[in-house]
DNA sequence: TTAATGTATGAAACCCGTTTCATATCAAGG
DNA sequence: CCTTGATATGAAACGGGTTTCATACATTAA
């Protein structure tokens, strides 16, 4: 491949101006920006982008740490960060890390390293030490309601949320309500766990951990979900689920199995993913694809900035 | 942020000994080795990847060309992309280009400008000529039976398996088949077409377009669909559903339509995705994170090769 | 004893752009 | 006529690594 120097001697003028040319900058005479071009078409030139990156500092690249892309959430989390990442001549470096901390420290190393501008961690498996350590070495975005950590952060406010919801189930009569999460020890987690604490204590209502399902991700997931509770003495008569998928899974799965919904079992969803409005499941809805959208732009914006996001409960059938 | 000559400074070294030490390269003594061990804990010191990536010509970097990530079919080839992106020391470059020709250019100049060692385009939108051009400038894989293109590929021979899915429906009874697809002109697509209109001759049946129905690809078009189907004079009795999103649309809008499935409309759905089980359509299983971990590695060893995956069908509940 | 080989180290070239600085011309303003 | 500012251009430094080449000493084989 060419180089800027051969373009120079091609065109007869300086290296110097040949980078003119080529980042549109002023004071340069019409002929020699013709010249340039010229040898930019014959030798069909282009830039070594790496050097640029070197010289500037900038790659232009940020990155985007999650579990896995194979659910709605983390897609259409994707989605969003894609669409502006398009919009403000950025590229995505994707970084899988299935809640490994190995990988998400990965993450945080490009970061120290430059190949990457600012890093968005979509879930975070690392102690918030490690984040911080890294903080000097470029923006970090979250999504997880911190005021600890001193990074720009989207999130949903999951403890108003929860507490909401319980509090919902609760007028509509239920006073047995479990609830199925993902993971047990993400920020998240934590938050709905506390909700969930401190709804049972405002209601006297018993704590039993036999009503928490963790691990629940995929459709089929829900599936052990009801095999659980058609084993519980004393099953709930309500959950809330956090994802949608879960929530198809076990709305499926009761509908083979005879339970009426929510007759015997009242189910709140979350995200409101295309399948809970086909399947009319009543639930939680997150601008996924917004939140996406403004991480992005907490990471190239570098002023700090924490926007908890509004969620709206909407009302179907299996409440 | 120290540099290489700042180590060498402090460890009383050449530059050259501190990169064989970084390198893990042999010929370096173990005091020396150890000074500068102590010169990177002592500075902090960490390598600036971008100078690394001008000087070897190489980025550790593969671009992944695909229209969007929340659709199962892409979602479960990014995580098999990513999986074997991890094994070997590579990071993935997320492209999404919602099928638009200009951004798959762009990602075509990636490689080209050696932002990318290597580009995997899961969903083509550019012509053949386009791709070709930009071979000399690294590997390029493709996820399609194009042997007209000098490039690896890892595929599904659409053909043959809509072929004999057809065959299946017609053993079954069904003289009136239609089928949904994503998009028109896709090469996926294209093979498709060839497949039904080869089955009707051979089986002397009437073309009818109307019995095509495409944008199918979430669960929601699966209403679209049935909407459409209803208000056919002659409606097809079974349909090839080229996603199980879409065949879980489709069977759970018949529900509420008191449409029998499959007596009625029989469907065959693809991909076998988790809800396909929950929901027990019949599926083709495509064995997307196996076709995604292959993309990868064709990508990265550069020999040429054209792998075609086999599929199954999964006989369930819906034919 | 000598030639060949292995070990150890550093200077300098190289990768390929961007940017600063110096220099020069020309037109407008005082 | 002189100063100032806009226009135009190029040499050289810079970003920060890797790699080639040259050199030197210590072994080892012949």
Not at 10 to 30: F, I, K
Not at 138 to 147: D, H, Q
Not at 239 to 252: E, F, R, Y
Not at 259 to 278: H, R, T
């Amino acid at each position: 491949m060419a180089t800027i120097k051969d373009l120079a001697k091609m065109a007869g003028v300086s290296v110097t101006t040949v980078s003119r040319v080529l980042n549109n900058h002023s004071y340069v005479s019409e002929e020699k920006r013709k010249a340039v071009f010229e040898a930019v078409k014959a030798s069909n030139y282009d830039k070594n982008i790496n050097a640029v990156h070197l010289s500037k500092g900038k790659t232009q690249l940020i990155g985007v740490v999650l579990p896995f892309a194979d659910h709605p959430y983390f897609a259409l989390l994707l989605k969003g960060l894609a669409k502006q990442a398009l919009e403000n001549n950025y590229k995505l470096v994707f970084i899988q890390t299935d809640y490994r901390k190995e990988r998400e420290i990965e993450a945080l190393h490009m970061l120290k390293q430059k190949q990457i501008d600012a890093l968005i961690i979509c879930s975070r498996t690392c102690e918030a030490e490690v984040i911080e350590e890294h903080l000097p070495f470029g923006p970090i975005v979250l999504c997880e309601n911190n005021k600890e950590i001193e990074a720009s952060s989207t999130y949903v406010n999951h403890y108003n949320v929860f507490f909401d919801a319980l509090e919902y189930l609760y007028q509509k009569g239920h006073k047995r309500i479990g609830y199925c999460i993902a993971r047990k020890f993400g920020a998240n987690s934590r938050d709905r766990e506390r909700a969930y604490r401190d709804f049972l204590k405002k209601y006297h209502l018993p704590y039993d951990s036999g009503c928490i399902f963790d691990q629940c991700l995929h459709v089929e997931d829900g599936e052990k979900v009801v095999n659980h509770i058609m084993e519980m003495d004393e099953p709930p008569s309500a959950l809330l689920v956090t994802s949608d998928q879960v929530a198809a899974g076990i709305v499926t799965c009761c509908q083979k199995r005879h339970i009426s919904i929510p007759g015997d079992l009242a189910i709140i969803g979350f995200n409101n993913e295309p399948i809970a409005k086909m399947m009319n499941i009543t639930t939680i809805e997150i601008p996924l694809v917004d939140m996406g959208e403004n991480l992005f732009l907490q990471a190239v914006n570098d002023d700090l900035s924490n926007k908890e996001v509004s969620v709206q409960l909407i009302e179907r059938g299996t409440v």
